[in-house]
């Protein structure tokens, strides 16, 4: 299962991913893409990193992950940063979220870990059905294009993105980029932005 790979990894304090910064494509996308503060949901927000950013930025943030440590650290860094933050220990695909709807969902590296489109399907839908009319997604997904020799987030193909999502979402845009990192080769990334179908 993906949530005990991801707790075991947090005991163990194996978490790359974990960069102590929000993550720049958010701050870049939320920023020129002009979106405007809401409620928004950070699914698998880790230690809180960007809900925190997003909260400084007036967003009505909730902040929800399966691992207990990354959430107590999340509340931890809300409190130390002077912001009001929500942090929920919950299984996105499992169970009911309460607070939406909401006008924006991001989620940094939750969306890719599933491995097949029907999973994929599925994760969408769900982020759909928490959003409200032409709510907006954000997601930052490992990208297939990179060659890599050693360890890496899940890659995807732009393929991979679109047929998981186009049911439910409209792309605004699909953008090659790579993570936010402290590594001094950050994994490249697609940075994916849609917005809700009206029929979703």
Request: charged share 25%; proline share 6%.
């Amino acid at each position: 299962m993906i949530e005990e790979r991801y707790k075991k990894r947090y005991k163990a304090g194996d978490t790359p991913w974990d960069i102590g910064k929000p993550d720049f494509n958010l701050i870049q996308t939320a920023t020129t893409m002009d979106i405007k503060p809401c409620k928004a949901l950070d699914i698998g927000c880790g230690t809180g990193n960007n809900s925190i950013w997003l909260s400084q930025k007036n967003f009505d943030v909730i902040g929800i992950d399966t691992s207990e440590i990354a959430i107590q650290k999340a509340i931890e860094e809300a409190s130390k940063a002077n912001v009001k933050c929500t942090f929920i220990v919950i299984d996105f695909l499992i169970n009911k979220i309460e607070g939406g709807p909401f006008g924006f969902a991001f989620d940094r590296g939750c969306f890719h870990s599933l491995n097949s489109d029907e999973e994929r399907k599925s994760f969408a839908e769900n982020v759909a059905a928490y959003l409200e009319k032409d709510g907006l997604w954000l997601s930052i997904v490992g990208n297939a294009d990179e060659q890599r020799d050693g360890p890496g987030p899940p890659q995807r193909t732009a393929k991979d993105i679109i047929n998981s999502v186009e049911p439910y979402f409209e792309i605004l845009s699909l953008v090659s980029s790579h993570f936010g990192s402290n590594r001094p080769n950050p994994p490249r990334a697609w940075v994916c932005l849609m917005r809700r179908r009206r029929f979703a």
